[in-house]
C-alpha cells in the first residue's frame, strides 16, 4: 500500500485510530490524507465527537450505578434514627 489512501481506507483507520489500535504508519497517511482530503476531515472530527459524547455517557451512567436513589436513602436514614435515638 502506498502513501496514498482512497476515502474508505482513511475513515476505516480513522475508527481504528479511535481505539488506539492504528499503527504508526497508518497515522501518517491518515494525517496526509486529512490534510488533502475535507470530506474525511469532517468525518474525522465528527468520530472524536461521538467518542467524547459517548465516553462522558458512559462515565454519567457509572456514576449513577454507585449511586444510591432517594428512597435508599431515606431507607438508610430511617435505620441510622432508629439505632442511634
Known amino acids: 500500500m502506498g ?3 482512497t476515502c ?10 479511535q481505539y488506539k489500535e492504528a499503527s504508526l504508519i497508518e497515522k501518517m497517511k491518515l494525517i496526509l490524507h486529512l490534510f488533502l482530503c475535507k470530506n474525511c476531515g469532517r468525518y474525522s472530527k465528527q468520530n472524536n465527537v461521538m467518542t467524547k459524547c459517548y465516553e462522558f455517557h458512559k462515565e454519567s ?3 449513577k ?3 444510591l436513589c432517594e428512597e435508599e436513602k431515606k431507607g438508610m ?8 435515638n
Do not use: F, G, P, V
Open 65 to 67: 450505578s454507585n449511586c
Open 8 to 17: 474508505d481506507q482513511a475513515t476505516t483507520i480513522c475508527d481504528k485510530n
Open 61 to 63: 451512567e457509572n456514576k
Open 77 to 84: 436514614e430511617r435505620e441510622l434514627i432508629k439505632k442511634y
Open 3 to 5: 502513501m496514498k489512501l
